[in-house]
């Protein structure tokens, strides 16, 4: 198997299930319109019981009046209402909740407040099923939040920024591509958990993409998703009046700017009439910006703001990611930690009401552990989106197993206490907080066209857990996980047991290995891939991801009393707790204290010996996991097992080459002896450079803690 059905397998049920052949045999869909998401429920309900039943199935059209009992039928609230049902049952549905109704002896019912919930129910239905789980007498479900969307980082020569799975399935040579099936593909992935947008090119975008030809090609890949429920927006460029149009300046107060916009916009809508309007990353890592021309963020923002206003519902995603990335570090109290509050300070009531800002989840940067966003509990009439990563980017890449939904929890259920009230991060991104109606869930996603759209084929629970997270982001990451294996994997309780227990266990491993309490991925930032350990890089640089170790101590202090004042920016409860070192819980120590390597943690560890004690205690579980996957030899497909087999002993090696790098290089930097006599000394090993090799030559190794003898 290639992994390019992901979950949607539809593996066969086994032989004791016969007798629900004989239940399902007809699908009717209320509606004979083929590109209606409903007519795709009907269609994907047909293909996905024929596959799981071994039978066939057919598909119909018309009205649930004369439905028997072997039906499904599948439509929206209007089409059940119109065909005489009674349906008190279903007004407490939201906007794209659906309700499953599988009750014996009557046809099963699925109902969805509008098109796409039809869909998102009937994917549900194929999932209980598939599972082999109760189906429900009777199940509304609700998603938590209207905009649940994902970012792709596509470039227009196909290139993929942070993408780990070959070249876009959207773009190449400067053009969107002619084969678009790959784009259907996903679509069907996406809309089977409930993801419902996707921003089709980089955040660091190209004013090219908004050439004629290439409006043509938006066109394509919106009428491609549609059916699926899949709308498309875009990110812009910010100086694309300058580059593309010819004009002098790209200022957003100018007169001729605004009207660019504006007729650019109206050309956008001509192609894609559901647009879901523009994702801006402005003054950040050296793009243009409305600072560029003196005007303030929100100036920016209503530009494109009310270039959309008269095309509909199309939203400016402003995203909060301004920054400086020239920092110098002798300034070390001009924190990067801070740049978001910093920037939209004051500007909550200025912005347009379809303007949203999207804030990723921690202040700095997708790290192992980061504490929430300030920004979030800033602001109150401004809805927001928040922006995770299904991409691994400082988490291994794919190449390194990390099941995020345990990361994203820890977010999720953050109480930011705004205003002294509960402020579950949540319950914020929802808009129930602060009475918004739109706001929601962003993830940049980034798969390619490699068969395992992510590279791995694990890395694929991480896309299915997010959108299901942003369904509910109250359900249990291990049920998620259990059920995305036994879809993708199958039900054996082996199959289910090992992978749920490596991805329970990938999150902290990785954290173990990488980098702890707080202190961020202790990852390669100089060279900007962020990838294997280079602790030395994490200091020194202008991007602002600072260590502050020296020879005796360790961290940033973001207190108000002594440090860059981050703490500060959190409302009271929480900035108090954050203030002081025996309130803060250990796992954020580093991210907000400065303290001697000698300091006790509330384990009683120094932070030295807990660095090279987790270190160890990682590497070690990843050398678990592949001794793990041999379990499933034989119970699945040898080509989905051979290929994770690969990357899991991959793992298992470069969590030494972790392991060994960060311990060498903090003991060469503070002179504190691991106190079980591990760090530093590896008396054990034969060393390369001991040996008599032919053809080989020994060299020095740069960063030196990478060899253990530095070569
Ligand atoms: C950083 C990435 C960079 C992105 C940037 C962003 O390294 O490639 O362009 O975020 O989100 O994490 O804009």
Same mark, same amino acid.
């Given at each position: 198997?290639?992994?390019?059905?992901? +979950?949607?397998?539809?593996?066969?049920?086994?032989?004791?299930?016969?007798?629900?052949?004989?239940?399902? =045999?007809?699908?009717?869909?209320?509606?004979?319109?083929?590109?209606? /998401?409903?007519?795709? @429920?009907?269609?994907?309900?047909?293909?996905?019981?024929?596959?799981?039943?071994? $039978?066939?199935?057919?598909?119909?059209?018309?009205?649930?009046?004369? @439905?028997?009992? =072997?039906?499904?039928?599948? *439509?929206?609230?209007?089409?059940?209402?119109?065909?005489?049902?009674?349906?008190?049952?279903?007004?407490?549905?939201?906007?794209?909740?659906?309700?499953?109704?599988?009750?014996?002896?009557?046809?099963?019912?699925?109902?969805?407040?509008?098109?796409?919930?039809?869909?998102?129910?009937?994917?549900?239905?194929?999932?209980?099923?598939?599972?082999?789980?109760?189906?429900?007498? &009777?199940?509304?479900?609700?998603?938590?939040?209207?905009?649940?969307?994902?970012?792709?980082?596509?470039?227009?020569?196909?290139?993929?920024?942070? *993408?780990?799975?070959?070249?876009?399935?959207?773009?190449?040579?400067?053009?969107?591509?002619?084969?678009?099936?790959?784009?259907?593909?996903?679509?069907?992935?996406?809309?089977?958990?409930?993801?419902?947008?996707?921003?089709?090119?980089?955040?660091?975008?190209?004013?090219?993409?908004?050439?004629?030809?290439?409006?043509?090609?938006?066109?394509?890949?919106?009428?491609?998703?549609?059916?699926?429920?899949?709308?498309?927006?875009?990110?812009?460029? !910010?100086?694309?009046?300058?580059?593309?149009?010819?004009?002098?300046?790209?200022?957003?107060?100018?007169?001729?700017?605004?009207? +660019?916009?504006?007729?650019?916009?109206?050309?956008?809508?001509?192609?894609?009439?559901?647009?879901?309007?523009?994702?801006?990353?402005?003054?950040?890592?050296?793009?243009?910006?409305?600072?560029?021309?003196?005007?303030?963020?929100?100036?920016?923002?209503?530009?494109?703001?009310?270039?959309?206003?008269?095309?509909?519902?199309?939203?400016?995603?402003?995203?909060?990611?301004?920054?400086?990335?020239?920092?110098?570090?002798?300034?070390?109290?001009?924190?990067?930690?801070?740049?978001?509050?910093?920037?939209?300070?004051?500007?909550?009531? $200025?912005?347009?009401?379809?303007?949203?800002?999207?804030?990723?989840?921690?202040?700095?940067?997708?790290?192992?552990?980061?504490? /929430?966003?300030?920004?979030?509990?800033?602001?109150?009439?401004?809805?927001?989106?928040? #922006?995770?990563?299904?991409?691994? #980017?400082?988490?291994?890449?794919?190449?390194?197993?990390?099941?995020?939904?345990?990361? +994203?929890?820890?977010?999720?259920?953050?109480?930011?206490?705004?205003?002294?009230?509960?402020?579950?991060?949540?319950?914020?991104?929802?808009?129930?907080?602060?009475?918004?109606?739109?706001?929601?869930?962003?993830?940049?996603?980034?798969?390619?066209?490699?068969?395992?759209?992510?590279?791995?084929?694990?890395?694929?629970?991480?896309?299915?857990?997010?959108?299901?997270?942003?369904?509910?982001?109250?359900? =249990?990451?291990?049920?998620?996980?259990?059920?995305?294996?036994?879809?993708?994997?199958?039900?054996?309780?082996?199959?289910?047991?090992?992978?749920?227990?490596?991805?329970?266990?990938?999150?902290? %491993?990785?954290?173990?290995?990488?980098?702890?309490?707080?202190?961020? %991925?202790?990852?390669?930032?100089?060279?900007?891939?962020?990838?294997?350990?280079?602790?030395?890089?994490?200091?020194?640089?202008?991007?602002?991801?600072?260590?502050?170790?020296?020879?005796?101590?360790?961290?940033?202090?973001?207190?108000?009393? %002594?440090?860059? *004042?981050?703490?500060?920016?959190?409302?009271?409860?929480?900035?108090?707790?954050?203030?002081?070192?025996?309130?803060?819980?250990?796992?954020?120590?580093?991210?907000?204290?400065?303290?001697?390597?000698?300091?006790?943690?509330?384990?009683?560890?120094?932070?030295?010996?807990?660095?090279?004690?987790?270190?160890?205690?990682?590497?070690?579980?990843?050398?678990?996991?592949?001794?793990?996957?041999?379990?499933?030899?034989?119970?699945?497909?040898?080509?989905?097992?051979?290929?994770? @087999?690969?990357?899991?002993?991959?793992?298992? *090696?470069?969590?030494?080459?972790?392991?060994?790098?960060?311990?060498?290089?903090?003991?060469?930097?503070?002179?504190?002896?691991?106190?079980?006599?591990?760090?530093?000394?590896?008396?054990?090993?034969?060393?390369?450079?001991? &040996? %008599?090799?032919?053809?080989?030559?020994?060299?020095?190794?740069?960063? !030196?803690?990478?060899?253990?003898?530095?070569?």
């Amino acid at each position: 198997e290639t992994g390019l059905d992901g +979950w949607l397998r539809y593996a066969a049920l086994p032989d004791e299930f016969a007798n629900l052949r004989s239940r399902y =045999s007809t699908i009717i869909s209320l509606t004979g319109n083929q590109s209606s /998401p409903v007519f795709t @429920a009907a269609r994907e309900l047909q293909v996905g019981l024929s596959k799981i039943l071994g $039978q066939s199935v057919n598909l119909e059209t018309k009205l649930p009046g004369i @439905a028997d009992v =072997s039906s499904i039928v599948v *439509g929206t609230v209007k089409t059940f209402l119109s065909a005489g049902r009674d349906t008190p049952d279903i007004l407490s549905l939201k906007e794209d909740g659906y309700c499953l109704i599988c009750k014996d002896g009557k046809a099963t019912e699925i109902i969805g407040q509008n098109e796409q919930g039809a869909l998102y129910g009937a994917f549900e239905f194929l999932r209980l099923l598939s599972r082999n789980q109760p189906l429900p007498n &009777m199940h509304i479900s609700n998603p938590s939040a209207p905009i649940r969307w994902v970012n792709q980082w596509d470039n227009l020569d196909g290139t993929i920024e942070r *993408g780990y799975a070959g070249p876009s399935i959207f773009f190449a040579d400067g053009y969107v591509l002619e084969d678009l099936t790959r784009v259907q593909q996903y679509a069907r992935l996406l809309a089977s958990v409930g993801l419902n947008g996707l921003i089709v090119n980089n955040v660091n975008s190209n004013y090219n993409l908004l050439n004629p030809i290439n409006m043509q090609g938006l066109a394509r890949i919106a009428d491609i998703m549609r059916p699926w429920g899949v709308r498309i927006g875009i990110s812009l460029y !910010f100086d694309t009046p300058k580059g593309l149009g010819g004009l002098r300046t790209s200022d957003p107060l100018d007169p001729d700017v605004i009207a +660019w916009w504006g007729s650019i916009t109206s050309e956008l809508y001509r192609h894609v009439p559901d647009m879901l309007g523009y994702l801006i990353k402005a003054n950040s890592e050296g793009q243009p910006g409305p600072l560029t021309y003196g005007r303030t963020l929100a100036d920016g923002a209503n530009m494109f703001a009310r270039a959309l206003q008269p095309h509909g519902d199309g939203i400016v995603m402003y995203r909060a990611f301004v920054y400086n990335h020239h920092l110098d570090e002798s300034d070390w109290k001009n924190d990067r930690a801070n740049a978001a509050v910093e920037y939209f300070d004051g500007l909550d009531t $200025q912005f347009e009401d379809n303007v949203i800002i999207q804030i990723k989840y921690g202040p700095i940067d997708f790290q192992i552990r980061e504490p /929430p966003s300030p920004l979030l509990a800033h602001l109150r009439k401004t809805p927001i989106i928040l #922006e995770l990563q299904v991409t691994q #980017e400082y988490l291994g890449q794919q190449d390194h197993v990390v099941y995020l939904p345990p990361l +994203w929890k820890t977010i999720f259920n953050f109480d930011l206490h705004v205003d002294g009230q509960q402020s579950l991060v949540r319950d914020i991104v929802s808009g129930q907080r602060f009475n918004w109606s739109r706001s929601g869930y962003a993830a940049v996603v980034n798969v390619g066209n490699d068969p395992t759209w992510l590279g791995s084929h694990l890395a694929m629970a991480n896309l299915y857990a997010y959108g299901l997270c942003t369904w509910d982001p109250q359900q =249990s990451e291990i049920d998620i996980i259990q059920g995305w294996t036994q879809l993708t994997f199958g039900l054996h309780k082996t199959i289910v047991d090992t992978i749920t227990s490596i991805s329970m266990a990938s999150w902290p %491993t990785y954290e173990d290995y990488s980098g702890n309490l707080g202190i961020q %991925t202790l990852c390669d930032i100089v060279t900007h891939c962020h990838y294997g350990p280079c602790p030395a890089s994490q200091d020194g640089n202008g991007w602002g991801q600072w260590t502050r170790a020296n020879a005796h101590s360790i961290g940033m202090d973001r207190t108000v009393a %002594t440090g860059t *004042g981050n703490s500060g920016q959190y409302p009271q409860v929480v900035a108090e707790r954050f203030e002081r070192i025996d309130t803060t819980p250990d796992e954020l120590l580093l991210w907000f204290h400065h303290v001697p390597y000698t300091h006790r943690l509330k384990s009683g560890k120094t932070v030295i010996q807990h660095f090279y004690d987790s270190h160890y205690a990682g590497a070690l579980v990843a050398q678990t996991f592949p001794q793990q996957w041999e379990a499933l030899r034989g119970l699945i497909d040898n080509d989905r097992f051979d290929h994770v @087999a690969f990357r899991l002993r991959y793992q298992a *090696g470069h969590a030494l080459v972790w392991r060994d790098s960060i311990n060498n290089f903090y003991y060469a930097k503070c002179g504190i002896k691991d106190e079980h006599n591990r760090v530093g000394n590896h008396a054990w090993r034969i060393e390369a450079e001991d &040996m %008599t090799l032919e053809g080989y030559a020994v060299v020095p190794v740069t960063p !030196f803690e990478a060899a253990s003898g530095g070569k």
